[in-house]
């Protein structure tokens, strides 16, 4: 089955029969990562987003207790429109539900955030290659010496993934992920990962595997949206909902919509 | 004496009080680099410019025997208003003189070529080091292998000036400079000297003297103003005149004016 638009992914997961990973679906619509907090967090976390944008760039929120986001798709339901989330209870995880209606409360605040999603489509446009999607598999992701600017308890460093590149196609990456502020903007790094306290790129901490940086090419790193996932998890709220791996919110923007200016 | 427009600056090459290097004259005005070829040339210079543009961004072109451009100054005369000359026949220096009146013809044709002078400023703006600044050389230049898109007699490889950064500076250098395409744009390479045929970096083509790349810095490298005269040389015109190296021309243009919309 093919997936034309953000409203039909959001639908099919709805009504439960879309519970897989949603790269390549509905190509050119805005992917979200989602983090869901108790009333009572909302506000540090929405700081730490602001503090942090390209780790956590906004794209939108919710008002307490409504599962409603107007601004990235009129029928849109947070509780029953990605395919899987993730349950936490005081950082530790306890599910992984299709629909998390049962976990709802009248004080839950929404958060979506720009994802790589985006500017790997814009780099697919103008030809810079993607390793890893030629691969079929994640990105590598690692934990860096990086800090991020803390936000009462929200704290900890900024994880990065990794695409390797030879330097005209890095500085070309570098042009067109510029354009792209809302979904982690402009690379991090490129070259050297023991300036960010990267001891092993060929180990990263996250992702499903290794990908190789060839000779002549360097490795280049954007802010992540693991980011936020492991700050809250680190604070150990008593409830956080976030998206499973790869499941992303679609949305009804286009990937297009968040670029600003020309950059080259 | 301070020269604080390219008006003041013209004027005083104009009457002689004034012959030396530009680097630093005039803050905010755009500096050029000169090409002035006889009328038989002028149609495949310019279009080997249009082929080119990072090697030779065209700000500004004479009429045949005219020694005005007013789009770059309204009082300009391309004779007179550059500290020191050079004077070449079938590719050989024979004079290095402040004014070349006695030269002129009509059917001559001047171009005006955009400089790193323009984004070197831009970057020390954006507190984004120049060591070669810092260090009151010229920058390092290297011949490459980087082939230039010939235009009847012109063709050769593309000549680079490199700039030694840390990689956060090289990727804020990369958007700062993609934003200035009429004087130079973005990088053309980074990090791997031998990948454009550049053998041993600490050996400069042209240039006062090396510029030390340090531990955890990458060379970046930007097509240089040198690439059209080491090409007209190459071509053995029966008479062209250049500009003295470092001694530009200075128009009425601003820096900030050659800025395309907003990279980051």
Same sequence: chains 1, 2.
Avoid at 108 to 118: D, Q
């Amino acid at each position: 089955m093919k997936y034309e638009t953000g409203l039909s992914v959001r639908h099919a997961c709805r009504e439960g029969v879309l519970n897989h990973q949603t790269a390549g679906l509905a190509p050119g619509f805005v992917q979200g990562n989602l983090a869901i907090l108790p009333g009572a967090l909302a506000e540090d976390f929405e700081r730490f987003c602001q503090l942090n944008p390209q780790a956590c760039p906004l794209l939108g929120r919710s008002e307490p207790g409504s599962p409603h986001i107007p601004a990235l798709g009129l029928d849109l339901d947070i509780r029953t429109d990605l395919p899987r989330y993730r349950v936490w209870r005081d950082g530790v995880l306890v599910d992984e539900p299709e629909d998390v209606s049962a976990f709802w409360r009248d004080d839950l605040v929404s958060f979506v955030l720009g994802c790589s999603h985006s500017f790997e489509e814009a780099l697919l446009e103008e030809a810079v290659p993607v390793r890893h999607l030629e691969m079929n598999v994640g990105p590598a992701v690692y934990l860096t010496s990086i800090p991020t600017v803390p936000s009462g308890p929200f704290s900890g460093p900024m994880v990065v993934s990794m695409r390797p590149l030879n330097p005209a196609d890095a500085i070309r990456a570098v042009q067109i992920t510029s354009r792209f502020p809302a979904v982690h903007g402009a690379p991090v790094h490129l070259g050297f990962p023991e300036q960010i306290g990267i001891a092993d790129i060929g180990k990263p901490d996250y992702g499903t595997q290794p990908v190789e940086v060839r000779a002549g090419e360097f490795p280049v790193f954007w802010a992540c949206g693991i980011t936020p996932q492991s700050v809250i998890m680190a604070a150990k709220p008593e409830l956080a909902i976030t998206h499973m791996a790869g499941c992303m919110l679609l949305t009804d923007l286009r990937n297009e919509e968040l670029a600003t200016g020309v950059a080259a």
